[in-house]
């Protein structure tokens, strides 16, 4: 298994918030490429996906929270040239985009997505 997804497994496996996760797709390629989708349980029925896509020059991601609709999501698809973090930008439950605060680095961003998904939780249960 790749080092990239060894170490999305040890960020998950520590933090509060997951219950389980388990690897939906994983192909790796002689040439470098990678891609690999993670799913991981949280509590009431949200689930955290992470995806990513190595090329030898490239990495694209997308880390989702959802129920049965999509809630938050960060990725970096080139949708948003016109924000100052592009391509990097977040969509929040409401479909609004803006700017954030990942850069491509998984080690860091997992541990950033994970903080703002526990600090939503959090308000959505004060109400």
Known sequence: MNKI????????????????TRIV???E???GSMEAKLRS?????????VW?????ESLDYAYQL??????LRWDNSPHYEH??????????????VSESPLTGNIKRDLKIVLKEIA??????ESG
């Not at 924000?83 to 609004?96: K, M, Q, R, S, Y």
Request: no cysteine.
């Open 5 to 20: 997804v060894d170490d999305i497994l040890e960020i998950l496996g520590g933090n509060d918030l997951i219950q389980s």
């Open 25 to 27: 797709n994983y192909d």
């Open 29 to 31: 390629t002689p040439s």
């Open 41 to 49: 349980r949280l509590p009431k029925d949200h689930t955290l996906q």
């Open 52 to 56: 990513i896509h190595i090329e030898p």
């Open 66 to 71: 959802f129920t049965t609709v999509p809630l």
């Open 83 to 96: 924000l100052a973090t592009a391509p990097h930008h977040f969509h929040d439950e409401n479909g609004n």
């Open 119 to 124: 600090d939503w939780i959090k308000s959505e």
